[in-house]
């Protein structure tokens, strides 16, 4: 099983970026995938969720509005759409996966988002 987020970076306040997580080792459309973040110091917090065939999704409350998570089961990937980024949305970005079949959870390495002049 291995999940691999890539799209991070620096950018500047209110500039926007597309975090993608690929997937595979596991029936990635039947898994409901989640964004989760994790700035220094604190503890990592859900971002956004999306359920199998996209069904509903659901975002942290600072989130909604700015970030759209969407997913495309013939590519294994889940995405994570930022938008109008601010300097308090600096943290690691992590990508989950919660396999019901197996009762499993599988998370990503993490990618750095950076919002800064």
């Known amino acids: 099983v291995r999940l691999v987020e890539s799209g991070g970076g620096l950018v500047q306040p209110g500039g926007s970026l597309r975090l993608s997580c690929s997937a595979s080792g596991f029936s990635f459309s039947r898994a409901t995938m989640s964004w989760y973040r994790q700035a220094p110091g604190k503890e990592r917090v859900l971002v956004a969720t999306?359920?199998?065939?996209?069904?509903?999704?659901n975002y942290e409350g600072s989130v909604k509005g700015r970030f759209t998570i969407s997913r495309d089961d013939a590519k294994n990937t889940v995405y994570l759409q930022m938008n109008s980024l601010k300097p308090e949305d600096t943290a690691v970005y992590y990508c989950?996966?919660?396999?019901?079949?197996?009762?499993?959870?599988?998370w990503g390495q993490g990618t750095q988002v950076t919002v800064s002049e």
């Open positions: 989950k996966a919660n396999y019901a079949p197996a009762s499993a959870v599988y």
């Open positions: 999306i359920s199998s065939a996209g069904v509903w999704t």
